[in-house]
């Protein structure tokens, strides 16, 4: 789909599964199974999706999934797909390799968001797009460098270090146009400094979810991940954002939703709904 100067493609960087009570927090199970069924082990499943954004001599790539750089052990816990999770053969189905990515917006440091960031490289981690900067939060770096215990796990150094180590990370600052046409939008409740890209058009515009709404399931205000770090603050940023999204007719892209890439939405009776899917 396009918006404004840019194309916009879906790319698929992983299939995993993760645990249900998990993904969903306090939310009874009884409710969040209508909409996502688990299996005996109570997973459900979950993609890794990223976004490719093509346009004014840019190709920009928002995350990088999960890569092929965990252990076996994380492989079985998480159950990942290791063929989905190969970026060069999704790339190619767009008539890509990896070094034509200009640019990569890490929307947060958590692995499933960034392991594919890098690559082993003669027994070392290096930059998997090489042409390309990569933008990171500035308080998310340092987050990331100094993980608190509840979420260490989540922040492994061999996806993100590599890339001040070649020099191609840019720390930026806040809210702002990142490049024209495309804005930064910063929230701070699944974890300070996570960013979403806001792909801008003057009828309809697309909107990065990353972790703030991780599936069309987390539409409802209240529903939020046991992950989230600060839910209070998710609930406030999420009730706004919505809002505006509705106000402005934004098309929402999930990260990691099984089974709907984005969507536009519309105000239901209780709660804000999918008010149709959107192929990207």
Known sequence: ???????????????????????????PKILWERKM???????????ARSLLIQGKGKNILIDTGIGDKLSEKLKQIYQVDIDSANINMSLSKLGLTCSDITDVIITHLHFDHTEGSTSIMDGKAVPTFQNA???????????????????????????????????VLNLIDGPQE????????????????????????KTRSLFFCADLI?????????WHMAYDNFPMILIDEKQKLLARALKEN???????????????????????????PVSI
């Open 133 to 167: 900067r990569y933008y990171i939060q500035k308080k998310q770096w340092e987050i990331a460098n100094n993980p608190s215990a509840r979420d260490r796990a989540s922040y492994m150094e061999e996806n993100f270090m590599p890339l001040e180590k070649a020099g």
């Open 37 to 47: 069924p688990a299996d005996e082990k109570n997973l459900i499943p979950l993609r």
């Open 214 to 222: 991780p599936t069309s399931a987390h539409l409802p205000v209240p």
């Open 178 to 201: 990142i490049f024209e046409g495309i804005d930064i939008i910063v929230t701070n409740g699944h974890t300070p400094g996570q960013q979403h890209p806001l792909v801008k058009d």
């Open 1 to 27: 789909m396009k918006f404004g100067d840019y194309e916009c493609f879906s790319v698929e960087t992983g299939k995993f599964a993760i645990d249900g009570g998990a993904m969903f927090g306090v939310v």
């Open 250 to 276: 934004w098309i929402l892209f999930f990260e990691h939703d099984p089974y709907l890439a984005a969507a536009s939405i519309k105000q239901g009776e209780k709660n804000i709904e999918i008010n149709s």
